[in-house]
């Protein structure tokens, strides 16, 4: 198997735009199932609703495409009905801990054996860049004319509200960790859930002035550092892994 | 079993004896039960106390599609919610019981009357065109039946089966030989996840691949899923008929309702469906021949009397028993003064 193998390529090109953050991480995912050696009947992914949440019907593996913040909830159902199953979910920011952020919170409390990856681009994108939970204080958006009032939602500090965690902060320009983190969060025996910070050019970008997603990426190397060994919870501008096995602390 | 079994106990026994592999629930009064009987089961079956009603019925979708026979329990105000997964179901084609034990709405309405409010909602509650199969049973033995029934019509018409029950029905304790009970079980029809590369999507999609802008492939699939939907109900036309040879009124009644005016088939004939969807509509017809006056009764303000009237294009009269109590003596007098 190769990372080719795990992707439907008659289904290119993609709904995403020119220029989007998606595809890369799309396809660094295929890259990690392809050195896990994963094989197909082994793997399920699931998706909701969004830019990102189209991931799932690219992938040649089983796959299911979800309402809007449901993908969890039916990869738990999937996971406790077949445990030999690998179920990841593929999904954004505003369906995970928007719409979804109910089932996120319990899910990781339950601990069950799935890995989510968020990707986060601080934006509702599909929808024409509306204000997200995720969305940067004073950012204006199309709900936000006057800019968000809001602090955006502190994600680690919801995955890593349990005794028992994985929390992971990645970024779709740091794809070598990006890759080394999906693998160690598909390893890890309960629920893992990683960030990608991402961006979204058409619907966000231009707005703030960027000219392009090139521009995007590049904040991001800038504004983002690795911290490889974490003590206790990363910073904002941190990327790593926080993760915690030992119930009783 | 033999002996006292309750209601809700009764459709847990019936989901056990179908081959129920997950269960996921929210508690909610007067359904509840349901998941306390199978919660003392969960070491032979996944159960999941979910953490809202969204949350089970799509635990209960992804375990259907991986390859369980799945069920979640809700009532009204659980009913409105678990909409978005009815939906979801009727898209990607997935086998699942969906059991509401109905109690007096809207919204909070009065916990915990029993009613019969949402039989409209069962049939069309999510948006969108579909058209479910919905089973109510009038008895605890019946619980017990059609709850494999609508797990049978599931697993043959790859949807989500609503099996209607109200608070009065599900709370009432019946004396009762659920082994007597013979049904025939359907294996499972949809094959697992894990088979490698198969997409399922609640896009309007063929093959995997979305035809979201395809009005000519909408109107294809459409018609397969109606027709599919027609024909699996044929499987599961439930209903009987008391005809009393000298009445010139048919009352209809189901559920709870058909069983407190059980007396009243000394004096009337008396049609009771079982499966409300979709319309018995030929059993509709041939009951009403020969009676000049159909009344409805029913826990409601008239919404399967509405079904009724279209089926027979004549006037049918209603008798409506509102705000969660039914007597015998009401509905006697309210069909002298009809």
């Not at chain 1, 019907?57 to 309402?67: C, E, K, M, R």
């Not at chain 1, 028992?164 to 890890?188: C, D, G, K, T």
């Not at chain 1, 490889?228 to 990363?234: A, T, Y």
Request: hydrophobic share 40%; proline share 5%.
């Amino acid at each position: 198997m190769t990372y080719k193998d795990y992707i439907k390529w008659d289904r290119l090109p993609t709904t995403w735009c020119a220029g989007c953050a998606i595809g890369m991480i799309f396809k660094n995912l295929a890259f990690v199932w392809e050195k896990m050696n994963l094989p197909r009947e082994e793997l399920v992914v699931v998706s909701g609703i969004g830019c990102s949440g189209r991931a799932a019907g690219y992938y040649d593996v089983d796959s299911v495409h979800v309402t809007h913040g449901r993908a969890i909830p039916v990869a738990e159902g999937i996971k406790r009905a077949n445990e030999r199953l690998k179920v990841v979910v593929f999904s954004g920011d505003g369906d995970l801990v928007g719409i979804g952020g109910n089932h996120f919170i319990h899910s990781s409390r339950r601990d069950v054996d799935i890995t989510v990856i968020c990707i986060n681009n601080g934006i509702y994108g599909m929808t024409g860049g509306q204000m997200a939970p995720t969305t940067a204080t004073g950012q204006k958006t199309l709900t936000s004319p006057h800019g968000t009032a809001f602090a955006p939602l502190n994600i680690q500090a919801l995955a890593t509200a349990n005794p028992r965690h994985f929390y992971a902060r990645a970024s779709v320009y740091q794809l070598n960790q990006f890759q080394s983190i999906v693998r160690e969060a598909m390893a890890w025996p309960g629920f893992a859930f990683i960030e990608v910070i991402a961006f979204c050019i058409e619907n966000v970008g231009r707005r703030l002035g960027f000219k392009n997603g090139h521009e995007m990426l590049f904040k991001i190397k800038q504004d983002y550092k690795m911290n490889l060994k974490p003590e206790g919870l990363l910073q904002p501008n941190e990327l790593g892994v926080v993760k915690h096995d030992n119930p009783a602390r | 079993m033999k002996g006292l079994v309750m209601g809700n106990e009764a459709i847990a026994l019936g989901a056990l004896k179908a081959g129920l592999g997950f269960f996921a629930a929210y508690p909610i009064t007067p359904a509840s039960e349901i998941m306390h009987f199978l919660a003392a089961h969960e070491r032979e079956i996944a159960f999941v106390h979910a953490e809202d009603e969204i949350a089970s019925i799509h635990m209960a979708i992804g375990a259907s599609l991986a390859g369980r026979k799945a069920m979640t329990s809700t009532s009204g105000p659980g009913m409105s919610l678990k909409q978005e997964g009815i939906g979801l179901g009727h898209m990607l084609e997935v086998p699942l019981v969906v059991v509401n034990v109905m109690r007096v709405g809207p919204s909070t309405g009065m916990p915990t009357l029993p009613s019969q409010g949402d039989v409209l909602q069962a049939a069309h509650g999510s948006h969108g065109d579909y058209r479910p199969i919905v089973l109510y049973p009038g008895s605890v033995v019946e619980c017990y039946r059609y709850t494999i029934e609508a797990f049978n019509a599931a697993e043959e018409s790859l949807s989500p089966v609503v099996l209607l029950s109200d608070g009065f029905l599900s709370h009432l304790s019946e004396t009762v030989d659920l082994d007597a009970v013979e049904v025939p079980l359907k294996a499972r029809t949809l094959a697992p996840l894990g088979q490698g590369r198969r997409h399922f999507t609640g896009l309007l999609a063929k093959e995997g691949i979305p035809k979201t802008k395809d009005t000519a492939y909408y109107r294809e699939w459409y018609a397969h899923v109606k027709e599919k939907m027609r024909r699996t109900a044929q499987n599961y036309r439930f209903s009987d008929l008391h005809r009393h040879p000298k009445s010139d009124t048919l009352l209809i009644a189901y559920g709870i309702t058909s069983r407190v005016i059980l007396p009243l088939r000394k004096e009337y004939s008396i049609f009771r469906p079982v499966t409300l969807f979709p319309v018995l509509e030929e059993e509709l017809r041939a009951a009403a021949e020969g009676h000049n006056r159909v009344v409805v009764i029913e826990m409601n303000d008239g919404q399967y009397r509405g079904e009724v009237q279209r089926v027979l294009r004549r006037e049918v009269l209603g008798v409506s028993i509102l705000g969660g109590e039914i007597q015998l003596a009401e509905v006697r007098e309210r069909l002298y003064d009809l």
